[in-house]
């Protein structure tokens, strides 16, 4: 299976981080990892359409940053198969209440986990994991299975397939 990374950033520290920590992050031993950069959140967006499902990373910078809540808010508006990341650029830091405001209102609008540094993407792997497993399998689950695998419980029950 292509497993899709998506990195919108004006820099390169995330798609660094990506580029190190996402091998580790596939599901599978014959995955294969496919990295794009975007300077523009309108061109991740696009993007986005063409290769989910995707893990996607979104630079939100402290200026400007209308346009990449924007491109969010599109991306979940598709029911696309996305795994969404925010990650805080430096200038970003407003104090720990407008923070935990600011992770709170992400998290509404779709986002998985919001990113300060690199190694804050090491403890979402095993969410990262199931990500790419539910969609390695998809095509080949019938729809109740497909139901299953996406409860909270799934990796803990067995199902009506006798899968566990």
Do not use: Y
């Not at 820099?11 to 990892?33: C, K, N, T």
């Not at 996305?82 to 209440?97: M, N, R, Y």
């Not at 399998?137 to 109740?144: E, F, H, I, S, Y």
């Amino acid at each position: 299976m292509r497993c899709h990374w998506l990195i919108c950033e004006s820099g390169d520290r995330w798609e660094h981080a990506a580029r190190h920590f996402g091998p580790e992050m596939l599901a599978e031993s014959d995955d294969q990892m496919l990295l794009k950069t975007f300077k523009q959140p309108t061109d991740c967006l696009a993007a986005i359409t063409d290769v989910a499902p995707a893990i996607v990373v979104w630079q939100l910078p402290a200026f400007h940053a209308s346009t990449v809540l924007q491109a969010i808010e599109m991306a979940n508006a598709g029911n696309r198969p996305i795994l969404q990341f925010a990650a805080l650029s430096l200038d970003a830091t407003c104090g720990p209440v407008r923070r935990n405001d600011l992770e709170l209102a992400l998290r509404e609008m779709g986002v998985f986990a919001v990113l300060d540094h690199p190694l804050s993407l090491l403890p979402n792997a095993t969410a990262i994991r199931k990500f790419w497993r539910r969609h390695r399998r998809q095509d080949n689950l019938t729809l109740v299975q497909q139901i299953w695998d996406r409860l909270p419980w799934a990796n803990d029950l067995h199902t009506p397939g006798g899968r566990k």
